[in-house]
């Protein structure tokens, strides 16, 4: 111990050895209850998200640019590379958008207490199923 | 001297309201807060028309995409949706990059080059959307 305010972070464990105390957020040594996955979720999906606007902005330049160019994005689309970047680029977009409406819902002051982030979080993630099914059988049958 | 003054306390100049104005990560306050909340409010609607949009312009050619978008209210759409889109993207990797990057200089940097790509990459899009829809 360096520093007197130390004493309060190193304690004995279990088998009665010294160890420092966890700091919070300490991922490693929490069990991860929904809320905490899906508040992290929000924030990957975003950067995802962030991402995946390289596919929008090539899509909408090789409309601008020729043929070939569309055509060659639309042949990358249709891939199965490109399938799987648009299937979780919907997945991202379907969550990053239900779970934003929930945190808009917590910015006005509602739903804080734990039955209800319960609740709200498993109605997230099933909308985000529900929602990114729905888009991607309606996006085939049009195919 | 009064007994008054030699009691120990700060001396206050600025309101309490003035002390809080420009404080926050970006220092400017709450708008950083609050821009990012209106453009999620605007991002639900517009998200919701690109996908319909998309999802009906599956597998098509360059004259059905160009058809689309050449219609004033699609092109107004996607001009919104880009703005907002870029905005919100800018606004929310800077956050991720001020809880994650700790080091001033390497922040800074981090900061500026997502804003600079966000511009950019929004101005691509602006671009090419006017040039296929006007």
Known sequence: MRDVRDALMVARNTDGKLVRRPLSPHVQVYRWPLSMALSILHRASGVALSVG??????????????????????????????????FGWTVALMFHA??????????????FDAPHYNTSGWAT????????LLVWIIGLAVW | MSDASKAPHI???????????????????SAHWWLQRVTAVALVPLGLWFIFSVVGLTGATREQMTAWIASP??????????????YHMWLGLQVVIEDYVHQESAKIVAISAVKGLSILLGLICIVSALKIGL
């Open chain 2, 73 to 86: 209210v699609s092109l107004s759409l996607m001009l919104a949706l880009i703005a907002a889109t870029f």
């Open chain 1, 98 to 111: 239900f779970s934003g409406i929930r945190h808009l819902v917590w910015d006005a002051g509602y739903g």
């Open chain 2, 11 to 29: 001396d206050i100049m600025r309101s309490p309201l003035g002390r809080a104005r420009g404080l926050g990560s970006t220092h400017k306050g």
């Open chain 1, 53 to 86: 606007t390289l596919l929008m902005t090539w899509w909408l330049a090789a409309a601008a640019v020729s043929d070939e160019a569309f055509a060659r994005a639309q042949w990358f689309m249709g891939s199965a590379i490109g399938l799987l970047c648009l």
């Open chain 1, 125 to 132: 993630v099933i909308a985000t199923g529900v929602a990114t």
